[in-house]
């Protein structure tokens, strides 16, 4: 039986005093309604925010996973810019992102950075979501399933199978994401439950059966649960609904209370 997971990616918002009130919201809310019982919870604020986030995190002594947008793959050196693994589990990080779709289609990160970057996280000990997902043109061309499964195997290449313990995929529909355009449950389902065919010719089947799949395509409250009721769709990877404390708890109750038996 799969937990559900639900991640709340602050992307480059909010400022210091914003981070860490709505922490202590998200925190509060999780711990109060007792929601880690029965979902996974991460937020993922910006860079410079992570120390203030974790002191909140770690005060309420809350089960809220610190999780971090991006990172480099390489343990130090001459990157400009860039933040390494054991800099983020220094600021008391657990997870990380990699592969999200503004990493690939505004930065333009490739698959080959993009594997190196899940790699090293997962040898590091990491929980990792991996993000894929078709773009607008590549849906009307009907390539959804032909997309995931080369992002997938791209960016799980060479990843030992022991390591998808710690692993989890965000199938985010990038038409679906801040473009007013939404995936139904029923899309949501049928592409991560090719997604999980694929894991499984990766990994094998029953490996593929525990690793979770959230869903990241503007999922807010008032969709998340017809959406989570899906037997594929195992959470959410959440952008603009993360940052109001409400929205984004509703979005874990709905995850908590989701059907189970997957």
Not at 138 to 145: I, Q, V
Not at 189 to 213: C, D, H, M, N
Not at 214 to 242: F, P, W
């Amino acid at each position: 039986m799969r937990k559900p997971f639900v991640g709340g990616n602050w992307k480059m918002n909010l400022d210091g005093a914003a981070a860490r009130t709505l922490a202590d919201d998200v925190a509060r809310a999780v711990a109060a309604d007792k929601l880690d019982r029965a979902c996974d919870v991460a937020i993922f604020p910006p860079f410079v925010y992570l120390p203030h986030v974790f002191n909140v995190l770690r005060d309420r002594s809350s089960s809220v996973m610190l999780g971090a947008q991006d990172f480099w793959p390489e343990p130090n050196g001459a990157f400009t810019g860039e933040v390494s693994l054991a800099q983020l589990k220094d600021c008391g990080v657990q997870v990380v992102l990699a592969g999200h779709s503004e990493r690939r289609h505004v930065i333009g990160e490739g698959d080959e950075l993009i594997n190196r970057k899940t790699r090293a996280a997962l040898a590091a000990g990491f929980a990792v979501i991996l993000c894929i997902g078709e773009k607008l043109d590549e849906r009307a061309a009907g390539k959804t399933d032909e997309v995931n499964q080369r992002q997938l195997r791209a960016g799980l290449a060479g990843v030992p199978i022991e390591h998808a313990a710690r692993l989890t995929i965000a199938y985010e529909p990038v038409w679906a994401i801040g473009t007013g355009k939404n995936a139904t449950p029923a899309d949501a389902q049928a592409a991560q439950a090719k997604v999980r065919s694929e894991l499984g010719s990766i990994f094998s089947p029953e490996a593929a059966s525990r690793i979770r799949i959230q869903y990241g395509g503007s999922m807010k409250a008032g969709n998340a649960a017809e959406t989570l009721a899906q037997n594929d769709v195992d959470g959410g990877l959440i952008g603009g609904a993360s940052l109001k404390a409400d929205e984004f708890v509703a979005i874990v109750s709905a995850a908590a209370a989701a059907p189970r038996g997957r």
